[in-house]
């Protein structure tokens, strides 16, 4: 009976985490509605290093000369390729995770390498926490022949530890507008789970646990049976 209820409470629980899940994409979603609506911006030299609020920034950026960032993985419709980011400098020496945009990866697996910015350039676009790590396995940066690095999460600690540097909780998504970097947009959560999906794997989670707790009263009912 303990054990049946432990696995009770784990399916109720999960149904429940699936929930929280899709409430806080949904916020998020409207969030990007009503700062794109608005895009009543701030300086990026004003902006709060540990903030992850959704913001419209813009201002100066210097990118020196370093490695590209490709993060794995990413789909764009029916494409796999890399999100490609690169290390920006704030005028105070700070970092900043900026993304260029989305390349596609050949199906032999021959990574893209684009040029990188440099200079001090005028930037503007939408500051929003990094895409979500998932389950952690593995290292999440690994260095290429070119110098570049492959990640297959955006972990900003261990990039900034691995740079030694102090860089924003955030990343600056460039403005579409601007004639930089790649293919890109503002769509948020293309490659998550949306809210809807959330709501639906809640409801499954529930169902299995609705289906134990039938099973489980049916077992001791049978058995109390038997004993009379």
Request: charged fraction near 20%; include cysteine; glycine fraction near 10%.
């Amino acid at each position: 009976m303990l054990l049946a209820l432990l696995i009770e409470l784990a399916l109720l629980r999960l149904g429940f985490w699936q929930l929280a899940r899709g409430r806080e994409k949904q916020e998020q979603l409207a969030q990007v509605t009503e700062v794109l609506d608005g895009r009543r911006g701030i300086a990026l030299a004003d902006m709060e290093m540990a903030s992850r609020r959704i913001e419209w920034a813009e201002g100066l950026l210097h990118f020196p000369h370093g490695p590209l960032l490709m993060l794995d993985n990413q789909r764009r419709g029916n494409l796999v390729g890399v999100s490609v980011y690169q290390a920006a400098e704030r005028v105070d020496g700070s970092a900043l995770l900026v993304d260029l945009g989305w390349l596609p990866v050949a199906g032999d697996r021959q990574l893209p390498k684009p040029r990188p910015l440099a200079g001090k350039i005028h930037v503007q676009g939408l500051l929003m926490p990094p895409p979500s790590m998932g389950f952690a396995m593995g290292p999440a940066i690994s260095e290429q022949p070119d110098g570049n690095l492959l990640l297959t999460r955006l972990d900003i600690r261990a990039l900034a530890a691995r740079r030694n540097q102090r860089f924003a909780e955030r990343v600056l998504r460039l403005d579409p507008q601007l004639a930089l970097g790649f293919r890109r947009d503002l769509a948020i959560q293309t490659n998550t789970l949306t809210p809807e999906k959330h709501r639906g794997y809640a409801m499954q989670w529930f169902g299995l646990a609705a289906a134990f707790a039938v099973l489980c009263f049916g077992y001791w009912f049978r058995k109390k049976n038997g004993n009379r």
